[in-house]
């Protein structure tokens, strides 16, 4: 850490803050500029212990050398994590294509959507059966009915299941259907919920939040790793932006910069990440030569009648076709599907 | 709401939906004009059930018309709603002022705090006791203890007491403690903590999310309401922006848009909305001058030992001064403090 | 300057780095962390020419101390500038009001508005004559024909005007009109047009670019300096955001950010910076509760006929309502319109 | 054009809007809803002509329908432009990659430059003579110089080059030396150089605005096709948001956007778009994936000596591995290098 003294501290100020850090259990260095002194401080605290420190008489501004992340970071732990869904797995060199509906809305809607996502060579199925809406009034989930289904949807398919827990009492629950649960964009620091998926051993997929920084998505995986549960994979799904010909603005180079600093998994979502059924196929394309590992893909037979995210839902034959079209491009940077 | 047909739609294209459409219950209205048709739909069905209309084809885009809220409405409601907490009313001609220290870490200080407001003329006393930090390694709040002590400086100040829930499985505790609860910016679309709080009777303050609109603000305060807690109070705390100069970027003229659709009071909190206690109280005068029903404000005794967010904390003697500075600006635009 | 080396990096790499700061004439001191080594180097040089040592071997990255503007920054004259433009000053006791139209359309149009805001009080007079504007086909100003209304203007009212500039081939034109040179949010970065405005003595209003952070409009304010014209004032306009409520985020807190770092008078234009007519009010009031030394404001006699900006326009009669309402404000933060 | 008005509009207001609009020269289409009247309006006037209207009495608010763009369009010409410079193709089959430095620093550095990147298959030769920078302290550039070093590389290499031009009075001694102009993002709406260079016929690359929407963008393409040249591309180069672990957010998706809404061939920077050197690889094969018509990548002999933007320069070497990796994901998505 460095702490930025003011241009009219006084010795005494200085003095001060040497003082105190030593207290803390630092170690300081002092360097003194034409304009300005700074103290370089060695030790063990985090940032957040010595941000207080900006209130003191004649500090200017604390500047935080150290990442705030340990577990999830790629310092910690050099090589990519291999996370183990049934039999699928995120960072190794297979690149697994999660797909199926925003919402699980019925039994003929699930089950048509998963054997056409199956036929086409996805691995995994997705299926909202608790959904966070933005109105009350919108549709909010068939609740257990719907994670019932997509148990039965897996027995008949073989696909392993992800769906999102949004309420900490229902976590116990949702482990008894899922092989993997979602923390959606919306619950990205909720902290309890968060705690709570960490006490469980079930691989977790940590939606971005919708205007988080790489950073603070990175805290919100530290927090489930601390409570115990290391099985994270993380999903970007564009972030919030001023620009409106997208519903967010898919941020790519997370991909790159995720890799660069963690060691977990990163799975991109287009279907969120653009809110636009013609941009998916593009930016999943993107996503795999850009090294994500994994896709998270919305399809739905009529996307007319989605109860939740027509939109930007490909229909079956779309998506049959993106998984042909995504082979090769998987292939040109040394990866499988 | 409008139905904008792409240009290259084919008459089929628009006869399936406007047939679609009265299937729906709508009365339709189509305009031809060079380059597009459009359709005007009229009913009772909410955008959401509509949006999917986006998929069929023909349809370049759906805009919707009407504002999503509806109890949290100025068209519902057209006087500003009288929030009463205790004996401090929100949305009248008075405004309360909300102080305390960001978090409650002891005895010693929450008393002294607590004594220090009261006194520069506060109206009511926050501190938190959940606290949602973005790093798990950083402290978390005393929990039960924190309330029980915010309760005990409520009875030795006379002073009503605002403090965050985080987990909806607390809230039957802070309301045997506290008068208002507090929804926090990381937990403005939490609907499952929303629902929650909205089957009590308590006031809440809605503390806007990160990077919320001012809709989605209102939607939030709209889960509340239709759970059937009207006692709703808005509470603009900064948005997420690209500049750094300051934590995040004090939206002012959300108190303007709010109290143009909405009959809720409006508070604002400088404090988080800039994170610099040296701009506090110029956004303090700023928001009573604007119109705002409140504020609220980080006062700490020590804030270079604060356990968190010292740097926006206001010393004593810094917010008695600005208590006498708020007083005849305040007057200045037909209120009091 | 704060060098952070990586935690892999090797003794020569050190080496390198520090022999490299020593040869551009730093003094260094370096501080050796568990995890982290970092420089701190001391000397003279910018910023800019030290980023490139980021490309170095075992370099993380870059930490400057300094800030970047030299003539604009408080700490080159602490004494907030007082810019005369006529017989109007900027930083001073008094609280000037600029208004007037967007754009100068015609004679009737210009002198009927230029009347009744003199008659409200206003200390300038405002309008375009070349007009930035988005789309190629809508109205781009009356250009000299628009300079020369205004100078007319300002016979008939004794107010000094402001117009904006946009080549910098018509500077010396601009001078022959206007008492002081605008220059608008989307010319910020137009460091040709910077360079040329400084190179006259006439006062010039620098307005916030759509989305520049205070650092780099101050970095505008540089550039006009340095040039050798230190007669510049500082407009606030709003900035982008995600937030469609408002046309533009205003940024009060820039206020008080720009009076902590520079000593050049700051004025804002809440006209810009909503959009929004019924918003102007509030936030005009705001900003001098905040402590500007300065208003810019839209008035318009039929604001539905006005070719630009009409939605944002204040009425005559709302103006000079407006204007009985900000003087008690003024007065209650120790100021005078 | 949608006018909606507002729910307590009298018959009065609608009645003087309808006749208004029929002035105008529109046809109205009513839309009675319950608790919101719309008309529907026909007509040829732009969107800008219109807006004004939102200040009459009763209005709530204009939705425009049509797009304001026309020649930039792909309604207007459904084919994808086929841009030529040199013997270079931006729109067909062949992806072009332009490289080179950010600044033309000296002869050696833009000849050792050229070299490499010719000898590594790039198709055009970058290099800035300009330099517009944030701070008037920094290198600004080599100005005509430059402009004749680059020549003297084309000559050498054979490579077409292209250059910025910052300045109106420039155009005409910069077409002398390049095949392409290019306008740099801080000047996307300097609309006084948009209308000059569209008076060349020189092709245009047109960088993206720091915060400029996808529409913006192509409303300065519309600034310089009005004024005559149609050779116009575009170049995403990352816009700015909140995230600060990339200098700016490289928007993919705008790759499928522009190509959805215009005809312009578009070309990514993975260079400007993340700000890292270790990010341009994978970003520049994601957006060959994308579908994008070409890339701009920036490489440095010694990224740690460079004058400007070193951190985001790839060495030689790491660019002619990059020309290997691409290669394979252009034939997997049908194209060549």
């Known amino acids: 850490m460095v702490v930025v003294m003011q241009r009219t501290a006084s010795q005494e100020d200085l003095e001060a803050v040497v ?112 959904k966070p809406r933005t109105s009350p009034y919108t549709f909010q989930g068939l609740e257990e009915e719907g994670l019932r289904l997509l148990a039965e949807a897996r027995r008949r398919t073989g696909l392993p299941v992800v769906t999102e827990v949004v309420n900490p009492r229902d976590v116990e629950t949702v482990i008894q259907y899922a092989d993997m649960l979602q923390i959606g ?27 988080a920084t790489v950073e603070e998505w990175l805290m919100a995986a530290e927090y ?22 997208t519903r967010n603005t898919l941020d790519m180079s997370a991909v790159a910069a995720v890799q660069e600093l963690s060691h977990l ?12 059924w013609r941009y998916v196929t593009p930016m999943a394309l993107a996503a795999v030569a850009a090294g994500a590992d994994g896709l998270m893909i919305e399809v739905h037979c009529r996307p007319e009648e989605a109860l939740s995210d027509g939109p930007q839902s490909l229909r079956p034959e779309v998506f049959a076709r993106l998984m042909e079209r995504l082979a090769p491009v998987a292939k040109a940077v040394g990866r499988t599907l």
Do not use: W
């Open 19 to 130: 003082n105190r850090l030593r207290e803390l259990g630092f170690a300081t260095h002092i360097s003194r500029g034409v304009e300005r002194t700074i103290i370089g401080a060695v030790g063990e605290k985090t940032i957040d212990q010595l941000q207080r420190l900006e209130a003191m008489s004649g500090v200017e501004r604390i500047v935080p050398i150290l990442q705030p992340f340990k577990l999830a970071g790629r310092e910690f732990q050099p090589e990519t994590s291999q996370i183990q869904v049934g039999n699928v797995v995120f960072g190794g060199q297979m690149i697994p294509v999660i797909a199926g509906p925003c919402a699980v809305e019925n039994e003929k809607q699930l089950f048509e959507t998963a054997d056409h996502v199956k036929k086409a060579g996805a691995s995994m199925l997705r299926g909202g059966a608790f």
């Open 185 to 211: 964009a919306r619950n990205m620091q909720n902290y309890t919920l968060l705690k709570e998926v960490g006490m469980s051993r079930r691989p977790v997929l940590v939606k971005r939040g919708l205007s």
């Open 224 to 245: 489930i790793m601390l409570a115990g549960n290391e099985n994270v994979v993380l999903c970007e799904r564009g972030i919030r932006t001023y620009e409106t010909q």
């Open 265 to 276: 998994p990163i799975v991109v979502d287009p279907s969120h990440g653009t809110g636009k």
